[in-house]
C-alpha cells in the first residue's frame, strides 16, 4: 500500500532564507506527483505537478525535483517571503488508479518577517 | 467565472440525520473528487467519479454515498452511518480521467460539525 509521508511536520524560518520541504513515497509506481499549496482553512491550490518521466519543474521561486527510484520528492523555495507561510502538501498519482492522490500530512511553514 | 463552488461552506449535523454537500464545476472536467481532512492530516479520498453515472470509492467510503446524474456536480451525502463526520471536505475535478497530466482543482470545502 502507497504511504506518504513528509517531514518536518512544522517548520519556522526567517524571511529571505531558502528552504527545502521533503516528501517520501514508498512505490515508485506512480504517474506524477504533485505539490499543493493550503491556507487555513481554504482549499488547496497547485503549485507544481512532476510527471514520472521528469526531474524537476519550476514555477517562479519554487523548484520541484523528483527521484523514483529513491521514493523522493524536494520541494524549494527561494528567497522565502511571509506570504508563502502556509501548509504545503505533496500527493501521489498512482498507476491505473483513475487519477486518485494519495496526500502526505503536510508541513507546516510559518515565514518570520 | 471559471472553477469549483462547494457549498455550503459551514454546516452542522444533528445526530441521526442525513446531510448533503454541494460540489459544482464549470470546468468542463470528466473527474470529481471527494476528499476528507481531518486536522494536522492530509486528505483521503472518500469517492471518485471518471464519467457521468459511474463512481467508485475511495479509501474511507463507509457512512458515505455520492451521485453522478450530470457532469457539473458530485453532491455528497454524510449519512447517519458515519459516527465521526466532523471534518473539513473538499471536493476536486480535474480534466483527465487519468495519466500523467491529471492536475486536480480543489474548491474552497465544506466545514462539517456535529451538534
Known amino acids: 500500500k502507497q504511504e506518504v509521508t513528509q517531514i518536518p511536520a512544522a517548520l519556522s524560518v526567517p524571511e529571505g532564507e531558502n528552504l527545502v520541504l521533503n516528501c517520501s513515497f514508498t512505490?515508485?509506481?506512480?504517474?506524477?506527483l504533485q505539490w499543493f499549496r493550503q491556507d487555513p482553512g481554504k482549499g488547496l491550490t497547485s503549485l507544481l505537478l512532476?510527471?514520472?518521466?521528469?526531474r524537476e519543474q519550476t514555477s517562479g521561486r519554487l523548484n520541484a525535483s523528483l527521484d523514483k527510484s529513491s521514493g523522493r520528492s524536494t520541494l524549494y523555495i527561494a528567497a522565502s517571503q511571509p506570504g508563502d507561510s502556509a501548509t504545503y502538501l505533496c500527493?501521489?498519482?498512482?498507476?491505473?488508479?483513475?487519477?486518485?492522490?494519495?496526500f502526505g500530512q503536510g508541513t507546516e511553514l510559518s515565514v518570520k518577517p | 467565472d471559471g472553477g469549483i463552488t462547494q457549498s455550503p461552506k459551514y454546516l452542522f449535523r444533528k445526530e441521526g440525520q442525513n446531510v448533503t454537500l454541494s460540489c459544482e464545476q464549470n470546468l468542463n472536467h470528466d473527474a470529481m473528487y471527494w476528499y476528507r481532512q481531518d486536522p494536522g492530516q492530509g486528505l483521503r479520498l472518500i469517492y471518485y467519479?471518471?464519467?457521468?453515472?459511474?463512481?467508485q470509492k475511495g479509501d474511507i467510503a463507509e457512512g458515505y454515498s455520492v451521485s453522478r446524474e450530470k457532469k457539473e456536480s458530485f453532491p455528497l451525502t454524510v449519512t447517519s452511518a458515519q459516527k465521526n463526520p466532523t471534518a473539513f471536505y473538499l471536493c476536486?475535478?480535474?480534466?483527465?480521467?487519468?495519466?500523467?497530466?491529471?492536475?486536480?482543482?480543489f474548491g474552497a470545502g465544506t466545514r462539517l460539525s456535529v451538534l
Open positions: 512505490d515508485s509506481a506512480i504517474y506524477n
Open positions: 467519479s471518471q464519467i457521468v453515472n459511474d463512481f
Open positions: 512532476i510527471q514520472s518521466s521528469q
Open positions: 476536486a475535478s480535474s480534466m483527465f480521467k487519468g495519466g500523467a497530466k491529471n492536475i486536480q482543482y
Open positions: 500527493a501521489v498519482n498512482l498507476d491505473n488508479q483513475g487519477g486518485k492522490l494519495i
